[in-house]
């Protein structure tokens, strides 16, 4: 049975469904990407950074969930499967052959920023199509990464 929230708009709703998908894949591949760094970074400093990592990717993983239950409220599909956020992600693909903590603190920290900078679009576009509650759900999950950006960045000296 639909949700139907009141006095929601059916433009504000799809504009919603869809930003929020797209942040998911973007969120997916994020944390991914934490990951993929937190497994192979190495050398000095190397536990701090290992660990901050993580941290970073529960806070990311965080605000993809609440973004994916907030399109179920919204009467749509949320999609996350590896496969469609490869398909979907319009974030630069994470290097693979890259193991010095400089290096991945550098890739991290811009994808951080470029994934922050997807957040804000959202927040304003959902809040110009009358649906200030999911722009609140994406702000939150903007602050995060914001914070995270400045934490990553800070190994770059
Ligand atoms: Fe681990």
Do not use: C
């Not at 050398?43 to 941290?55: A, C, Q, R, Y």
């Not at 499967?81 to 979907?88: G, H, L, P, W």
């Not at 811009?110 to 957040?119: H, I, P, V």
């Amino acid at each position: 049975m639909a949700v139907e929230l009141q006095s929601l708009t059916d433009n504000a709703r799809k504009t919603s469904i869809e930003v929020l998908n797209a942040l998911v894949a973007d969120g997916i591949a994020v944390s991914r990407a934490l990951k993929q760094a937190h497994w192979n970074v190495k050398g000095p400093g190397f536990i701090g950074f290992h660990e901050l990592l993580d941290s970073v990717k529960e806070h990311v993983d965080a605000g993809i969930d609440e973004m994916a239950e907030r399109v179920q409220q919204l009467d749509g599909t949320a999609i996350g499967t590896v496969r469609d956020v490869a398909k979907a992600t319009s974030l630069k693909p994470y290097p693979t052959d890259m193991v010095k903590l400089n290096d991945h603190a550098k890739a991290v920290a811009e994808l951080l920023r470029d994934y922050g900078g997807k957040l804000r679009d959202g927040i304003d576009t959902t809040d110009e199509a009358g649906d200030p509650n999911t722009a609140d759900i994406i702000t939150a999950a903007s602050n995060e990464v914001d914070k995270d950006t400045w934490f990553v960045s800070s190994y770059l000296g």
